[in-house]
């Protein structure tokens, strides 16, 4: 994913853990446990 600028931590921790999300049920994974330190994804999921 391109992005023109600086974005925010909680941007680029959401923009990760979707991309790991996709990776791991794309390898089969169907039980997921994330650690999150962005409360505000953390909310956002939550």
Known sequence: M???GNPQ???VEAWS???AISW???LGFSSI???LDCKLVV???T
């Open 24 to 26: 791991l049920t794309d």
């Open 43 to 45: 909310d956002g999921i």
């Open 33 to 35: 446990i994330k650690e």
């Open 17 to 19: 853990l979707k991309a």
């Open 9 to 11: 931590p909680r941007e």
């Open 2 to 4: 391109w992005t023109y």
